[in-house]
């Protein structure tokens, strides 16, 4: 309870503060709460320089079900220096990223529901880490980005399914859970290379590979890397890579029609792993497919309407804990009158466990999300979700959770 109070209290004082840097302005209007630091942020931003500083937090409530009742508390800082390097050196259309990442609070996945698929995509080990560090350069129709990467930022996403707090929607599960730990997603970069070649404004094809383990320890152990600055490479990590082709209709929508983005992949993790029958496999892989597609527009307003997304991804059987994953949903921009930036999302996830898993999980977990993102201005947003878990971790003895969630969300 202590540390519930104490994370409300620094948030209701940032927000204080906040306000206080800059009254003159009328607050509710502006896109970053801190304003233009005395027209100090707009000079940088003319000079390539672009500041970005947000803070999340969320309350959880599991109602029954899982593994114990309770509630628990999250949040997460981020800050991120995003450079164009072609207006602050003259290298052209290259540009530079760092950032930092701050989460703390306790897991409701880990604490009460005890699922596989996580209950919030900001469920992360306590701690401040640095997270992005790489420069990005085009020549032609190619790029190149190289450093301290997040995998799941280019690869496999949705469209659609950005605004559900259940991890599944986010970086999927046919990866994250069949990979070793993780692979480099939130809340863990990795070093690596990520080559695109855009053959036209829609078509592209693209191919990274990665430091095979984002933690550094085989185990799982997080404090290894908790700071984000320990680099290993070797040791039977192994490595990452993704490849994928696709067609990205939102490149060249022009506000009038239903566009759609179809993109077909692979990964691969090339280390050795423990197949089900208790011998070693080298590698584990997968294929996936995504569709993205705008089903209804809003008459005159480009953003505004129903938006749906379908993916679905596999794992070898031998040696993987989902043998295949499916996620679809809904999403409604500006569902009601006068509340245009507002998002209403209704989403399901189904993951299938691999049939040979020797021990007594065998089935599936599966995830139903109802939520509603309230743009009460352009930098705070209010969402309520509630989440009905289906067989948590695949267990039949454990009886399926209903969790109700609130995330609030500043944009300084």
Known sequence: MEKIITSILCLCGVFALSVQISAQDNI?????????????????????????????????????????????????????LDIDLEKATGWSRADFRISTLWTHGASPTGKHVGDELTVSNMDAYDGLRLYEVWIDKSVGKNSVRFGNLLADEEFGGTEYGGVFFNAAFGQ????????????PAFNVTALGFRYRRNFTDAWYAQAAVYDGDTFDSASGDATLNQHGTHFELGNGQ????????????????DGTGLPGWYRVGAWHHSTSFSKHDGTNGEGNWGLYGIADKMLWREEGDGDQGLGSFLRFGTGQRDRSRFHWVLDTGLSYTGLLPGRDEDVAGLGFVYAKHAGDITDAVKSHEAVIEATYRIQLT??????????????????????????FGLRAGFNF
């Open 238 to 253: 192994g490595w990452t890579s993704l490849y994928e082709i696709g067609r990205n209709g939102f490149n060249t929508d």
């Open 28 to 80: 509710w209007d502006r896109e970053q709460l801190s304003g233009d630091w005395g027209g100090k942020r707009s000079v940088w931003a003319a000079a390539g320089y672009e500041f970005s500083f947000s803070y999340d937090v969320e309350v959880f409530r599991n109602a029954s079900g899982g593994t114990s009742k309770g509630t628990v508390i999250e949040g997460l800082g981020y800050g991120a």
């Open 172 to 183: 999927p599960a046919f990866w994250s859970a069949n990979t070793l730990n993780t692979g």
């Open 378 to 403: 352009p930098a705070i947003y209010l969402q309520p979700d509630i989440q009905w878990i289906n067989r948590p971790s695949g267990d039949n003895t454990t009886s399926d959770a209903l969790v």
